[in-house]
């Protein structure tokens, strides 16, 4: 079955940090971007950042620019995405996807798959 299984979501204090992490099951990500998304209830999903499959980050997100970072192991078959300086408006459901092909496109762009997400809560 080809699959994206998202792990590593929590509840984190304002300026903490959170890995999560995107492992692929059934295909190789070694040809694929990944792409990082988030949905905060009531809002449209966001585009957060890319990595390539040569480890080149686009980010997709202002707000995120300087606090998170993605990263990928192939040994693995996962992708991370690193989050510090966690802010209260962090808050979202966080999702991984996976487009075939080796470089990043803008975040409106058509993922092949999809992780099933992971909530994320930034909370004093």
């Known amino acids: 079955q080809l699959q994206l299984v998202e792990s590593g979501g929590g509840l984190v204090q304002p300026g903490g940090s959170l890995r999560l992490s995107c492992a692929a099951s059934?295909?190789?990500?070694?040809?694929?971007?990944i792409g990082w998304f988030r949905q905060a209830p009531g809002k449209e999903r966001e585009g957060v950042l890319c990595?390539?499959?040569?480890?080149?980050?686009?980010n997709y997100a202002d707000s995120v620019k300087g606090r998170f970072t993605a990263s990928r192991d192939r040994a693995e078959n996962t992708a991370y995405l690193q989050m510090n300086s966690l802010k209260p408006e962090d808050t979202a459901v966080y999702y991984c996807?996976?487009?075939?092909?080796?470089?990043?496109?803008?975040?409106?762009?058509?993922?092949?798959?999809w992780g099933q997400g992971t909530q994320v809560t930034v909370s004093s």
């Open positions: 996807a996976a487009r075939w092909g080796f470089i990043c496109q803008g975040p409106g762009v058509a993922y092949d798959y």
């Open positions: 059934g295909f190789f990500l070694d040809h694929y971007a």
């Open positions: 990595i390539s499959s040569s480890g080149g980050i686009t």
